[in-house]
């Protein structure tokens, strides 16, 4: 076999339902593909491990990748969390990471871009710009490399690099397999999609699932402000943002979570929280308000804990059920908004080094 076909089934395999499995590897018959689903489900780590397969399958696979993608680095803070640098295919690197909370609960925080085309003002990964689109393999596959640390997280959160919604298909086919009671079997209620914002996915999940958990990322309630710290929102102002959401919960009958990043001096105002309070009134929603966590370069600053206090009882005094979200992964740079500091200054770090080669 040639090696850009072993490539491309490699590409696949982690990435593809048990009925697509075995027209992928030629296998007969059909249920031979939910055999190699099962496996990689358990975290085999070559086609030779699959002992139910026949002999003359396992031997024809044996040389071929089961995986696109390895981890580079692994890097585990004070409160327990660890992030990772994870190689793709192409060179290019993505960070995801595995939070645990005070309850041993492991949420895996997933990306689903290299990079971001976002731009969010106060976001590390934004900063770094864009690449491309993850495939569903390379979605999953950080999953199972977060799962070969300490066991399978319960919770996933698409709330890494990138803007997940912007990525649809992909996401949409790494939560089928996720989710596939064949395989890893995660409840659809413990899996949450956190957007910027970005209201044509809004619509789509509401109107063609999948039916997860939502998170969009509010931050400010006036157009000015967030269109300053979010370019989101000069494409979908708050009242097209509003529309979608009604609309979703018209259509899911689920509650929301709104994140609210709040950086000193910028949007952490009593003003600003009675703004968002005025804003959500409509909807059913919870806020996570998020201190903001400090990025190197960036020209924000921590609240203090008497402005974040402040935000989020004038929430509360409104009548908005607001969380102050603990600052989880902080210690490795994964807390929200931190992800990319491993990835230096080229997503494609590897590329420039074989341009020199050559
Ligand atoms: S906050 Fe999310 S959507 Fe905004 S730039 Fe960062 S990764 Fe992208």
């Excluded at 997933?110 to 993850?134: E, I, Y």
């Excluded at 063609?208 to 958990?213: A, K, S, W």
Aim: with cysteine; aromatic share 6%; hydrophobic share 40%.
């Amino acid at each position: 076999m040639s090696d850009a076909s072993q490539t491309k089934l490699a590409v696949w395999a982690a990435g593809l339902l048990p009925g697509e499995l075995a027209g992928a590897l030629g296998l007969r018959p059909a249920f031979r593909g939910k055999q190699v689903f099962k496996w990689i489900a358990k975290g085999a780590s070559s086609f030779s491990e699959m002992s139910d397969l026949p002999a003359p399958d396992r031997e024809r696979l044996s040389g071929l990748p089961l995986y696109s993608s390895s981890v580079d680095e692994a890097l585990t803070g004070a409160d327990d969390s660890v992030k990772l640098k994870i190689r793709l295919r192409d060179g290019a690197a993505v960070e995801s990471v595995l939070l645990t909370d005070a309850e041993g609960r492991m949420t895996a925080c997933l990306s689903t871009q290299v990079g971001c085309p976002m731009a969010c003002a106060f976001c590390k990964t934004g900063a770094l710009g864009f690449l491309r689109d993850l495939g569903p393999d390379e979605i999953v596959e950080q999953y199972f490399h977060l799962s070969a640390i300490r066991g399978r997280p319960s919770n996933i959160v698409f709330m890494g690099m990138g803007e997940p919604l912007a990525n649809i298909d992909a996401l949409r086919k790494s939560i089928a397999v996720l989710t596939h009671p064949d395989g890893l079997g995660v409840s659809r209620r413990k899996i949450t999609i956190s957007t910027c914002g970005v209201v044509p996915g809004i619509r789509e999940l509401a109107d063609n699932g999948p039916h997860v958990r939502l998170a969009v990322s509010l931050t400010a309630a006036t157009d000015d402000l967030r269109s300053a710290l979010m370019p989101v929102n000069r494409s979908w102002n708050l009242a097209a943002l509003k529309e979608a959401l009604l609309y979703y919960q018209e259509k899911t009958g689920d509650r929301i979570t709104l994140e609210a990043a709040i950086m000193g001096g910028q949007n952490s105002s009593v003003e600003s929280a009675a703004a968002m309070a005025e804003w959500i009134r409509p909807l059913n929603a919870q806020v996570n308000v998020i201190p903001w966590n400090p990025v190197p370069g960036l020209p924000y600053h921590e609240p203090s804990r008497a402005e974040a206090s402040a935000f989020e009882a004038e929430l509360e005094r409104r009548g908005v059920n607001a969380v102050r979200r603990a600052r989880r992964g902080r210690g490795v740079s994964g807390a929200c908004g931190q992800l990319g500091d491993t990835l230096g200054a080229s997503l494609l770090a590897e590329e420039d080094e074989e341009d020199e080669e050559e």
